[in-house]
């Protein structure tokens, strides 16, 4: 990738806008979703961006040492990882001492799961289904994406061809902020229904592929848009999950032939 992609955001936007920048590679072809993406952040960025972000998480947060929590994760972790074409990055698995229904991964592949969220799952194929939908945001490079966009809209860039509109990318939100407030409140800001709908796809095919059953990503889901407004749900504020989403899913696992 060209070191021009190193410097910081405020000189990346200055060049872009003076012209000095170009974004050679600014459409990327996504094989795993099988279009193309706006690319304006490049790997190391968003690399560089995860790593503050989960030593953040490590020192701000509780990590459980509990073997019944974090065995369970890594042994689940593990195997989604390999089948879901990620196996070089470096895989880390924390569950984070807290109630809250909540669970995330990072674009470097480290993942908090936390204590509340593993609660209430029954089946390790409940929690494939989660890690399956969060590593299908990786695998679609979403955060990346989505950070691209808003640094294309913020420079009032035109981008031809590129069908910014039809993404419903919130714009106010900066990949910082994503990394960095929304790891400080344990959340990442939401993704565009697109992504959300990409990631679900993908999820089932990695916890097919891992040999789970993919009648467990019914049950998550369907669980998830019930789940009472009292408990801290986080998980389901930046998943919504509703009939449309859960509609596509099933769609997906009967044309696939999973069930
Ligand atoms: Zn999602």
New binding site residues.
């Given amino acids: 990738m060209s070191k021009k992609f190193l410097l910081d955001r405020r000189e990346l936007v200055i060049g872009l806008a003076a012209g000095t920048i170009v974004p050679l590679a600014g459409c990327a072809d996504n094989a795993a979703l099988g279009r193309n993406q706006l690319m304006l952040v490049s790997q190391a960025e968003i690399e560089r961006l995860s790593a503050t972000a989960w030593r953040d998480t490590l020192q701000r947060q509780r990590v459980l040492n509990d073997p019944a929590y974090t065995r369970r994760l890594e042994r689940v972790g593990t195997r989604m990882a390999e089948t879901s074409g990620l196996s070089h990055l470096d895989w880390e698995f924390a569950v984070i001492d807290s109630d809250l229904v909540n669970a995330w991964v990072l674009p470097n592949g480290k993942v908090a799961f936390y204590k509340g969220l593993m609660d209430i799952v029954e089946t390790d194929g409940h929690i494939a289904t989660i890690m399956g ?2 590593m ?2 990786v695998a679609g490079r ?1 955060a990346a994406e989505r950070a691209s966009q808003q640094r294309a809209a913020q420079m009032g860039m035109q981008i031809v061809g590129m069908a910014l509109q039809t993404q419903g990318v919130d714009y106010d939100a900066d990949m910082a902020a994503a990394l960095g407030a929304g790891i400080q409140y344990g959340v ?1 800001l ?2 565009s229904r697109e ?2 709908f990409e ?2 796809r993908l999820g089932i095919d990695y916890m097919v592929g891992a040999g789970y059953a993919a009648r467990d990503a019914m049950d998550v889901w369907l669980a998830m848009s019930t789940l009472h407004q009292d408990r801290a749900l986080e998980f389901t504020s ?2 919504p999950s509703d009939d449309a989403r859960i509609a596509a899913m099933r769609a997906h696992i009967e044309a696939m032939g999973y069930i």
């Fill in positions: 939908h969060e299908g945001h979403h990442i939401p993704y992504h959300e990631a679900d930046t998943h």
